[in-house]
């Protein structure tokens, strides 16, 4: 098959970019999208000219790297599928194909495709995680855990962090990235110790980033590879509230 792609050129931040076409021919329909990009910059590099940068890692669907939007849409047409799991066959012969990076003011261009996350970790640092004494690991039967709480502590860490909630809210809100982390620990009893001082935490730093204010349109569950719930943020709010009660008490 063949396809015309309009991709976007951004040297550094501070630079301006541009939608720069491209023509590859002879495709084949089941070679996934970061394939066709590989295929694309195997012929910039001969031709001498600068490959496309864009994020990768496992090509699995677990890291979350591979974020951009694909004809206006996170990760492509395809529901709970990130772009390293995006084949071409899923588009038509001769269709151009619009590619860009993720836009929010918190996920600056570093060049092409590639995007500044690092305020995800930020988030994740200043309260998504348990503190526990080091040594030998506790027992797993240790604190019971119910079949159901585990069962929705899985469905809200299954959060990739790709980015894709961010970039499809027209507030560029990390709502739904960061009431997962919360909500996964505030349901297991090891995370509950904390729960007040993570939510408060969290919730400042992701207001620090400069994220937009949720606003409940559900774009972000729509195009979520993981098909992560808004219930989380719902969760969240309660959580901040519930801390925020017992903070003036």
Known sequence: MDLHLK????????????????????LNPHMSFLEMLDTLNEKLITQGDEPVEFDHDCREGICGQCGMMINGIAHGPLKNTTTCQLH?????????????????DAFPVKKDLKVDRSAFDRIISSGGFVSVNTGQAPDATAIPVTHQTAEEAFDSAACIGCGACVATCKNGSAALFTSAKITHMALLPQGKEERSKRVLDMVSQMDAELFGHCSNTEACEVECPQGISVLNIARMNFEYNRALFFQKK
């Open 7 to 26: 991709i976007w050129r951004q040297k550094d931040k501070k630079s301006e970019g541009k939608l720069v076409g491209y023509d590859l021919k002879g």
């Open 88 to 104: 071409l066959r899923s588009f038509k012969d001769g269709e151009t194909i619009l590619i860009e990076p993720f836009r929010a």
